[in-house]
């Protein structure tokens, strides 16, 4: 089987392309809603327009108005002010309106497909990404093309049409002092562009610059117990202030470039402003007050859509970034998912055909030609030293890795030939590491199907793990909001709640993963009773760290470097007097 190269991926990311090329990406999106997009295009025009008509106004206000004295004109000439800026107004709300409307469905969508594409994401992907760089992309990058596709949007196409309504009315006024436009305009594009590349790269920059950020505080806020204990505030206040710092610097770089792009364009417009009043001196130009009031003033509000457009492309160009690695980011595999089998429950027969597996991070193989059998309600248990692979092999069972080479089977059928739905319903988790989330004890016990629970089965549940009594006692019983990760309950109540969780879901095959190596005495004689009762009647692998736990299981592994070195049931493997019996009577660390 071929592997593929997750840091690879993850350097795809990272990976330039044009900014045509990454926007087309995101047309689809904003073509969902084309209609809302086509009217605040014409509100922006007619907005645009109205701008330009108030500069077009002072040609026939100063020609007709005061040179010709039209009383009528100048009567009339509040009204057309009043109607233009009116209608400026009424424009500009509506269309900034209609497009927050896009802009915010175009984010959630993407927030969405992103959220999903982290959920059917494979473990692997969350071995080589970190939880704080992985919400910064859900959180800041997302915000970015919020950015790009509403304010950058509005600025764009707004000062686009002011920029061809002005060039319009001074060529329409006086052809002879519009050309230095002609001159003019070639350098300000080819300006425009340059800056735009080189925002592109900052803005990678600071997007890679957040996600340190981001990193820092997550690993802060998971660690503080450690941080606390260990006296390391100033360490990590350091840490931060080096990561804090590098975004600043990287945000300075860009406001640097846009600061400074703007002055220079507009120097190269005040060129084009002094050719007009020196071609305006010439006697010989036939031109009217009116008609050279507005090519000046048109020349002058020009500068202003420039300078916005200059500073609207940083922002464009980070929606860009932006929206390059979240495309990125899709285009990595999911969990391939191409079985058929579909039943409710199968026996829960398990068998390991030759099977190896290399995680795609390291050159040495984790497990090597594993064969082994357990028949169903038959209990298999996995005994070997920290990082002989024993957690590796249950963690093969419900997929979270796809093999190197081999088969397993669950009732003679491939596991990937099941639907990952199916397979993962036929499974049960209990291990040292306990995950709650922050919601009632309730929707713990019942989680991934609560709905399908009444009230009195979740309660069961609790019972068959010691867990009740505990649970009853609380404030609010089972509604007791447990805090971020169960923090507000102790280790060996985490467990149980864990347990009851496995009980209810009634599965066929059992995974106990060290379920009782972190507990207090007290705690393990309660849970070690509750996971003999699950058991029954299923099929278990157990991994086990106190091996007097696991004396009546029908089949013990011994596991060392990837390799199954011993297997027999408790008795056997004590008269044969090897690396079993060497572990179990301490004389080797485990």
């Not at 982290?118 to 959180?139: E, K």
């Not at 595999?333 to 429950?345: H, L, S």
């Not at 016990?445 to 709905?451: L, R, S």
């Not at 009740?468 to 089972?478: H, M, P, R, T």
Request: charged fraction near 20%.
């Amino acid at each position: 089987m071929k592997k593929k190269n997750i840091q690879s991926d993850s350097n795809n990311i990272d990976q330039d392309s044009s900014t045509w090329s990454t926007f087309s990406q995101l047309l689809p999106y904003i073509a969902k809603h084309k209609f809302i997009l086509f009217l605040s295009i014409i509100l922006l025009i007619i907005s645009a327009f109205a701008d330009t008509s108030l500069i077009a106004l002072l040609q026939p206000l100063l020609d007709r108005g005061f040179v010709e004295n039209d009383q009528h004109f100048l009567l009339m000439a509040p009204f057309y002010i009043f109607g233009l800026v009116l209608l400026r107004g009424a424009t500009n709300y509506s269309y900034s309106f209609f497009l927050s409307i896009v802009s915010t469905k175009i984010v959630l969508n993407i927030r969405q497909q992103l959220f999903n594409h982290f959920v059917d994401a494979p473990v692997s992907y969350y071995d080589q990404n970190s939880t704080g760089r992985l919400l910064s992309r859900i959180t800041y990058d997302t915000e970015q093309i919020a950015s790009s596709s509403s304010d950058a949007l509005i600025t764009i196409v707004r000062e686009s049409a002011l920029i061809c309504g002005l060039f319009y009315t001074m060529f329409y006024n006086s052809w002879q002092l519009s050309l230095s436009l002609i001159i003019v305009t070639p350098i300000v594009i080819g300006l425009i562009t340059f800056v735009s590349i080189k925002f592109r790269k900052l803005s990678k920059n600071i997007q890679n610059s957040m996600g340190n950020v981001t990193m820092s505080v997550e690993q802060m806020l998971k660690g503080y117990r450690e941080i606390i204990l260990f006296s390391a505030q100033d360490e990590e206040s350091k840490n931060f202030d080096k990561v804090n710092n590098k975004f600043r610097r990287d945000t300075m770089r860009l406001v640097s470039v846009s600061a400074l792009s703007t002055p220079i364009i507009q120097l190269v417009i005040s060129f084009a402003i002094a050719f007009v009043l020196l071609m305006a001196s010439n006697p010989g130009l036939n031109i009217t007050p009116g008609q050279f009031t507005v090519v000046f003033s048109s020349l002058v509000a020009l500068m202003q859509p420039i300078k916005s457009l200059t500073s609207v492309n940083a922002d464009f160009q980070k929606g860009m970034a932006a929206c390059q690695t979240l495309f990125a980011i899709f285009k990595q595999p999911i969990e391939v998912n191409n079985g058929n089998i579909n039943i409710d429950r199968v026996k829960g027969d398990i068998e390991f055909k030759h099977v190896s597996f290399t995680y795609e991070t390291k050159q040495k193989a984790a497990l090597c030609d594993i064969c082994f059998s357990v028949k169903a309600g038959e209990t298999i248990a996995l005994v070997g030293r920290s990082g002989s692979g024993k957690t590796t092999i249950s963690n093969l069972i419900p997929r979270f890795y796809d093999i190197t080479q081999g088969e397993i089977l669950i009732d003679n059928h491939n596991i990937k030939d099941f639907t990952l739905h199916c397979l993962r319903n036929q499974i049960g988790l209990v291990s040292q590491n306990v995950h709650l989330f922050n919601d009632t004890i309730a929707s713990n016990i019942a989680y991934g199907n609560i709905e399908n629970y009444s009230q009195k089965q979740i309660e069961e549940a609790a019972k068959k793990a010691n867990a009740y009594d505990f649970i009853i006692n609380l404030e609010k019983g089972f509604e007791t909001i447990v805090g971020e990760n169960g923090i507000l309950l102790s280790g060996g109540q985490r467990q149980r709640i864990a347990i009851a969780r496995a009980l209810l879901r009634d599965t066929p095959i059992l995974i106990l993963d060290e379920a009782t190596s972190a507990l207090d005495t007290e705690s393990e004689k309660l849970i070690q009773k509750a996971l003999e009762d699950i058991q029954k009647g299923r099929t278990s692998l157990v991994i086990a760290h106190r091996l007097t736990t696991i004396e009546k299981a029908d089949k013990i592994l011994v596991i060392e470097d990837g390799k199954i070195i011993e297997q027999g049931n408790h008795k056997t493997l004590l008269k044969e007097n090897k690396v079993y019996a060497s572990l179990y009577y301490g004389k080797i660390s485990h």
